[in-house]
């Protein structure tokens, strides 16, 4: 059993930055893919960027430029640096581990609330 601890969140000013953190824990060695989403208040949870088995990594418009995911294999973990923060950046975080295409592990949210 795969679990996902998510850590990083809070409340930053508007230009802020705060880094989000992951970490599997269980049989989570396999080739796998590392996502992150985000869901604000009333709205549809969203992908924000993800990070595949060779590194190679790919945003959502609205953040490109500004978040850089990373991983961490020897610490099973992601992370998602996030820069110069806007208010619309207001959401519930979740990681999701994706293992050898097939099996999904969702974290359970950390809030990032960014005021202006």
């Known amino acids: 059993q795969v679990q996902l601890v998510e850590s990083g969140g809070g409340l930053v000013q508007v230009g802020g930055s705060l880094r989000l953190s992951c970490v599997a824990s269980?049989?989570?060695?396999?080739?796998?893919?590392w996502y992150w989403y985000r869901q604000a208040l009333g709205k549809p949870r969203e992908w924000v960027a993800s990070i595949n088995a060779d590194g190679s990594a790919n945003y959502a418009n609205s953040v490109r430029g500004r978040f850089t995911i990373d991983r961490d294999n020897t610490k099973n973990a992601v992370y998602l640096q996030m820069n110069s923060l806007k208010p619309e950046d207001t959401a519930v975080y979740y990681c999701?581990?994706?293992?050898?295409?097939?099996?999904?592990?969702w974290g359970q949210g950390t809030q990032v609330t960014v005021s202006s």
């Open positions: 269980g049989n989570s060695d396999s080739i796998n893919t």
């Open positions: 999701k581990l994706n293992q050898n295409g097939v099996y999904e592990h």
